[in-house]
Every structure is written in C-alpha cells, then in structure tokens.
DNA sequence: ATGGCTACGATCCGTAGA
C-alpha cells in the first residue's frame, strides 16, 4: 500500500499534473493541501475517472484538504474535534483498517505574529487530538504540509533560518510532542541522500540551488512504521512546467 | 539587496504563501 501527500496549491491549477502523477505512481492514498476550492467546485468526476474516492473539505482560495483512496472512506471527520476553525485543514478517514489524517497545518507568516499563535494553538489541539486518535486507532497515518522543518538538517542554509518561523523551537517543540505520542517521521526510517527538502521558493531558482525545507511529512503510528518499507520525496513534479512549490512525498508500507 | 514567484479575487493591486 502507497501513501502520499503533496501540497498542489491549487487543485485546479494542478489537476492535470496529479492527474498524470497518480497513473504513474499508483498511490493507494493521496493527501492533497491547499486545494483551494470550496466543495461544490472539487473535480469529483476526475478523480472518480482517475481511480480514488474522495473526502475533502474546501474553502475559496484559501487551504482545503483532500483525501483521495482507492477505498470508500469511513467516518470522515474535517476539524479537530473542540478546535472552531474557519479555516479548512483536516480532513481524516478509516481507510480499510488504517485510519489516515490529511493536514495542512498554519503557516505561521513569521515568529511573534498573531498567524504564529494561532499556529502553536493549532498544533497544541492536534496533539490532544491526535492522542485520542491514537489510543482509538493503533493503525494511524498522518500525512501533510506540517509546515515545520524538524531539524537542521532539513532546512538548506540553517544558519539564515535560526528561530525563525518553520524552524523556531517552539515549532520544532510541537513536532516533537506529536512523535512523543508515538508517531514516527517515515522518512526518517531510512537512509536518505543529504538536503532532502519537499518545498522550494517560487523565485531566485531556489528548486535549481535546492535551496528548500523538508515541512511535507508522514508520520507512522508503530504498528504501521513496522510495515514501512520505503518513503522518499519524488522531486519529478517540480520540474514539470507551472508545477506547485510542494513536491509529493510517498510511503510504501508492506501488506 | 528584505526583493526576487505564483494563485487568487479583486482589479490593473493586495493578500498570502514559506
């Protein structure tokens, strides 16, 4: 079984490119991040034509997850139970016996602002969240733009990112806490080449300089970790025409 | 050098991303 998740910024702009993507890749799950469609407009019909269900949470131009699977979801859920939140960015499914969590976490904009608060308080109530999950769901996946880099060595130039915003310990702090639960980064499970990131700026050729984060995340719950078998960044995309800022990263666990 | 792209919805620029 393949999971992924990409960050397609704009659904509409990339349905093509995902489109193509999953025939080539034949991911089992997808966790698409900014969507940016609010539910009435999610291409249904292509997505049904390229295989998957779906189970999505939308909003106009702004966030919106998805959940695409090979598999009806089950007990779908879109918010972190207690958490209001105007902005979409959960969406969680029993797929099978695996239950998979698809997040676009907060951005945060920058260290000490109100979106940097809110981004602490988000991540505060997922965790409380995702321990309940957990204890209900030994088989849990959480795939998604976490919009943290966990540690230096996932950030290109560490140095001119010190403390700040994706990399500041309060961030790196609410990374850890989710691990703690006993989740595990799957890419971590294997040896990876050096400056391994999954997002790179739009401008001054940052993905030519490979100057990028690792902020796009699985994470396994050990049941599931035992059965990983591989997880690696598929860079191919972003180096397609008009491609999303975010590249897909894929986890194959063993049946 | 604090910009530099890209997407969006509103215009012909502002907001947001990271």
Redesign the pocket.
């Known amino acids: 079984m393949k999971l992924a998740t990409w ?1 397609v ?6 349905l093509p490119q995902l489109i193509d993507w999953a025939a080539a890749t034949q991911p089992d799950v997808v966790c698409l ?2 969507t ?2 609010e539910d009435g407009k999610f291409p249904q019909a292509e997505i049904e034509a390229a295989g998957f269900h779906a189970a999505f949470s939308g909003q ?4 919106g997850v998805a959940l695409l699977a090979r598999t009806a979801p089950r007990d779908v859920v879109t918010s972190i139970p207690g958490f209001t939140d105007e902005q979409k960015r959960v969406v969680a499914a029993t797929l099978g016996d695996a239950r998979v969590v698809c997040l ?7 260290v000490g602002s109100d ?1 940097y608060a809110y981004k602490l308080r988000w991540y505060d109530a997922l965790r409380a969240w995702l321990a309940d999950e957990l204890a209900r769901h030994p088989r849990l996946a959480v795939l998604g ?1 976490l ?1 943290i880099a966990p540690e230096d060595r996932d950030v290109h130039d560490p140095k001119a990112w010190e403390g700040q ?2 990399c500041s310990a309060p961030e790196r702090a609410a990374f850890s806490a989710l691990l703690a639960l006993g989740l595990q980064d799957a890419f971590r499970l294997f040896e990876q080449p050096e400056k391994s990131f999954s ?1 790179w ?4 050729m940052a993905f030519r300089r490979n100057a990028g ?1 690792r ?1 796009d995340h699985i994470l396994l719950s050990s049941a599931l970790a035992a059965q990983c078998g591989a997880c690696s960044i598929d860079k191919a995309p972003r180096k397609l025409e ?5 590249t897909p990263v894929v986890a194959e666990l063993r049946p």
Request: aromatic residues 10%; charged residues 30%.
């Open positions: 960050n910024n704009s659904l509409k702009v990339r991040q900014e940016k469609l106009k131009t702004y966030n676009y976490a907060p951005n945060g904009q920058a979106k733009d919009n915003v994706h997002w700026d739009y401008r001054m984060l902020i008009r491609p999303s800022d975010h």
